[in-house]
Nanobody, 125 residues
């Protein structure tokens, strides 16, 4: 059974840092590329960052590039999103996601088969 579970969200002030974690399980899920998405109130879910299964290649949306860092630890079965210099516009529910065996990073919602339940990040200015 494939499962993803996020943790680490919460309240922060502008300029602060938070680290999101995602525990993933299931044999096939470990082989696929992983990603983080977010959805702000009234907006569509959007790609934030992605990483290949090996961790060797990453991609970011423009507004977080240089502030956020995605990483993966396949031994611990953990996906991370380190968020620095947070801004109020980063406020959203953050979701981790995994592709089904495909190893390349992808930015589309439909490219990911497995999803976590989401964790709220609220940044006050």
């Amino acid at each position: 059974q494939v499962q993803l579970a996020e943790s680490g969200g919460g309240l922060a002030q502008a300029g602060d840092s938070l680290r999101l974690s995602c525990l993933f399980s299931g044999r096939t899920i470990q082989a696929g590329a992983k990603g983080w998405f977010r959805q702000a109130p009234g907006k569509e879910r959007e790609f934030v960052a992605g990483i290949t299964w090996s961790g060797g290649s990453t991609a970011y949306m423009d507004s977080v590039n240089g502030r956020f860092t995605i990483s993966v630890d396949n031994v611990k079965k953990m996906l991370y999103l380190q968020m620095n210099s947070l801004k109020s516009e980063d406020t959203a529910v953050y979701y981790c996601a995994a592709r089904d065996r495909e190893v390349d990073v992808a930015r589309g919602l439909n490219d990911y088969k497995y999803w976590g339940q989401g964790t709220q990040v609220t940044v006050s200015s």
